[in-house]
């Protein structure tokens, strides 16, 4: 009996410790008395428990609360410490890669983004990633506090448990072990996931909708993915594979996918499609600023949203289009799903003045007004920096949920 007594006091003081930390990422800054409030925990163990946070560096007091009386010593405020260590994440896009360092209090203090060529084989794709890495690692290192994990988000199935890339069809890649390949080269944790699964959790984390209870996130970029986080928790379906939207069928006879079905949705609610439509305008001759400003065909979201905001007709009735197949598959989700909270993002959401609209219109007409009462729809707090973000709350969350594991095991 005595051992498992011991077992569950330990258990029960990483599940109080876990508990502080969470309180404090959430609503700091808050003196003992305060953080004792808002979890229940009585003063003696809150105040116990922050002397380890603090011997171990990973709380920080910041100063004295005004006293609203002569009785008794002020309260000393506590937060996180923001400089126990960093956090590299980093997403691999079908045209880019990016890369972020955030402190322990997720404020980001160097980034990396690159534009890379059409098409790049493998090779080139993970030369770009490296080096990336390694620039931004060794910018951190400087700093002379440990980096305590880098989170990858992919465009793709991912099996989080082995950490292998499994299918990415808008990058052409399959059965890569991209885990052990980023550990080879940097002796850290590795976090690989999906990139709208990072995003969704990272919006649930620490972004527009921190309390949901319910939360979709659907991300519009090249490809089109999402996910569902529950009470705090990433839905990952029983082999890591949930939030693979862009691949539901929503058109019969529609256009071929990369996957190899055919009417995915995203080859309807995406960059791509939003291309197509434009293009098909203006090979019937129709005068755009886009037949100007792009000569070459090359076009970009930023260039289709500053047509729009110049009257561009072409520009602004492919955006309506767009946004309308975006919001029939959103209201399908809604419909299967009943959410609290609608978040929309990725690279598409740059365009959101003139999408938001006509997705709202679409929602309205394909769900039940019962249904649409309780759902709040937005945009992304971060858009383009969703995933990079949602990796870094992903490594932060674990951290928080078990520091004892992190700080003895992390590079100094």
Known sequence: MKNGSSVDHTTMRAMNTALILNTLHQHAPLSRAGIAQHTGLNKASVSSMIRELIASGMVEEVGTISKTSDIGR???NLRLNSE?????????????????????????????YINVPDDPDYDTMMDYLIANLRDVHGQVRRQDKPILAIALGVPGMVDMQAGRLLFAPNLGWRDLPLKQIIQRHFDVPVFLANEANMAALGESYLGTAPDSRLLLYVSSGIGLGGGIVINGQLLTGINGFAGEFGHMTVARNGLPCRCGNVGCWETEATQLALFRRIREALSDGRDSILRQTNPNGV????????????????????????G????????????????????????MALAHDFLMPAIREAITKNTFAWMQEHTHLSIATHIEDACVMGGAAMVHRQIVNNPNGWLTSTEG
């Open 299 to 322: 076009l970009t979201t930023e260039d289709v949203v500053y047509a729009a905001e110049n009257g561009d007709t072409i520009a602004q009735t492919a955006l309506v289009d767009t």
């Open 84 to 112: 126990v260590g960093y956090i590299i994440s980093a997403e691999i896009g079908a045209d880019f890669i990016s890369v972020v360092a955030v402190n322990f209090a997720l404020e980001v203090v160097t980034r990396r």
């Open 74 to 76: 002020p309260g000393i």
């Open 324 to 347: 309308h197949w975006i919001g029939v598959g959103i209201a399908n989700l809604i419909k299967a799903l009943n959410p609290e909270h609608v978040v929309f993002g990725g690279k």
